[in-house]
């Protein structure tokens, strides 16, 4: 059964600072992995999505890695703003669509 | 990337009715889609998983006579909370994906309370 890890539960960092987000994964065999934020009482806004053939994927100033084989995934988040507050979620998809989500990382940056 | 809209997008109901949730993508065939549920500060756990035409399978745990989907269309899937309860107050999402597409598209989410 796929479980979904992620670390820190929750982070506060000031304005400006660099910032690295945790994903574990149990099982190996997986489509492939989705980076969300989530905002409070709100739904789902997709970042990154990675295959299972690629390493990492880029957008402005978020960069996730994925690490198949030792079931890991990370976003970093450069230059971070206090917009960027907000929870991210880590997500993994195995055959079909069925999506397995880690708890997610509450971020607050602080202006 | 695909539309996938969820209507109501909150929603308050007394105990003991039943509330309906929509599921729509918009363009494109959705030959699957997936409800999501959400307790404050946790993170999205699947309930079930319908397939267009067919009976859902539900995820250990989630009473399927207590949440009817129906996914009836290729675009269209509902979610009934029978004899909501306040313990039934949760965020509900649904997520849609097509044959061959490469990601499954979310919803916006429906926030239910039950008092």
């Known amino acids: 059964k796929q479980e979904v890890t992620q670390i820190p539960a929750a982070l506060s960092v000031p304005e400006g600072e660099n910032l690295v987000l945790n994903c574990s994964f149990t099982?190996?065999?997986?489509?492939?992995l989705q980076w969300f934020r989530q905002d409070p009482g709100k739904g789902l806004t997709s970042l990154l999505l990675i295959q299972s053939s690629q390493r990492e994927q880029t957008s402005g100033r978020l960069n996730a890695s994925l690490d198949k084989s030792s079931g890991r995934s990370t976003l970093y988040i450069a230059a971070s703003q206090p917009g960027d507050s907000a929870t991210y979620l880590c997500a993994v998809r195995a055959g079909g669509f069925k999506t397995i989500f880690g708890a997610g990382t509450r971020l607050f940056v602080k202006a | 990337g695909a539309v996938v809209s969820q209507h109501p997008s909150r929603v308050i109901c007394k105990s003991g009715t039943s509330v309906k949730i929509e599921c729509r993508s918009l363009d494109f065939q959705a030959t699957t889609m997936f409800w999501y549920r959400q307790f404050p500060k946790q993170s999205l756990m699947l309930m079930a998983t319908s397939n267009e035409g067919s009976k859902a399978t539900y995820e250990q745990g989630v009473e399927k006579d207590k949440f009817l989907i129906n996914h009836a269309s290729l675009t269209l899937s509902t979610l009934t909370v029978t004899s909501a309860h306040p313990e039934d107050s949760s965020f509900y999402i649904c997520?849609?994906?097509?044959?061959?597409?490469?990601?499954?598209?979310f919803g916006q989410g429906t926030r239910l309370t039950v008092v």
């Open positions: 997520s849609a994906g097509s044959t061959g597409a490469t990601e499954a598209f």
């Open positions: 099982d190996s065999a997986i489509y492939n």
